[in-house]
């Protein structure tokens, strides 16, 4: 079992439609989350860290964490062309693990239809 | 501006011909890692370093080197590439090893080893 898992994709959503993505994790001892956007050859781009249970709100971006059930998600709402990216769910272990050790999974590819 | 530089961005080499990736950040981060994505298998931590003269392995640390002299800088090394190698390499700071502190990421290097 991967230690971060997410649905490859491509999810393929119309524009102004709300996507949704899913990661699941296997250390329950985790205790960041992350959601990364990467375009293309690019770099990941921080959007979204939440470190509670329940949700949380930026812009047109919502985290949801849910420790009891191993899972953190990633709402777009009113998805643009702009937001076809792929996007990473990233995991941090406890602090006492290795240093600053992110664990990604391996992305869900978002296409954002016109 | 703060900043994650990579050089060089792109680079060919041949089998066995030694080689560096230089990585320097400009905000004081004490944490910084190396990571390499490859296509199916994510980001991959190679490396990282959580202060001066600080180093360890990684995810994947076989056939790569990392040195620490400087704060501002964690170059990769490596000693004789093989074919295996040719990835997407990203260098990522963070102010401390902290759980909540977030990760930035380089532009990347492609290196192709022939």
């Known amino acids: 079992q991967k230690e971060v898992e997410q649905n490859s994709g491509p999810l393929s959503v119309p524009e102004g439609a709300i996507a949704s993505l899913n990661c699941t994790y296997s250390d329950r001892g985790s205790q960041s989350f992350f959601w990364y956007r990467q375009y293309s050859g690019k770099s990941p781009e921080l959007i979204m860290s939440?470190?509670?249970?329940g949700d949380k709100e930026d812009g047109r971006f919502t985290a949801q964490l849910n420790k009891a059930s191993q899972y953190v998600s990633l709402l777009i709402r009113d998805s643009q062309p702009s937001d076809s990216a792929t996007y990473l769910c990233?995991?941090?272990?406890?602090?006492?693990?290795?240093?600053?050790?992110?664990?990604f999974g391996g992305g869900t590819r978002v296409l954002v239809k016109p | 501006e703060a900043q994650v530089t990579q050089n060089p961005r792109y680079l060919i080499t041949v089998t066995g011909k030694k080689l560096t990736v230089t990585c320097s950040q400009n905000?004081?981060?004490?944490?910084m890692s190396w990571y390499r994505q490859d296509p199916g298998l994510g980001l991959r931590q190679i490396y990282y370093?959580?202060?001066?003269?600080?180093?360890d392995k990684g995810d994947v640390p076989e056939g790569y080197k990392v040195s620490r002299k400087e704060k501002r800088n964690f170059p990769l090394i490596l000693e004789s590439p093989s074919p295996n190698q040719t990835s997407l390499y990203f260098c990522?700071?963070?102010?401390?090893?902290?759980?909540?502190?977030?990760?930035?990421f380089g532009a990347g290097t492609r290196l192709s080893v022939l």
């Open positions: 990522a700071s963070s102010l401390d090893r902290l759980a909540k502190n977030i990760q930035y």
């Open positions: 939440i470190y509670s249970n």
């Open positions: 905000m004081n981060h004490e944490y």
């Open positions: 990233a995991v941090k272990p406890l602090i006492k693990a290795a240093g600053n050790k992110l664990t």
């Open positions: 370093s959580m202060n001066v003269e600080v180093t």
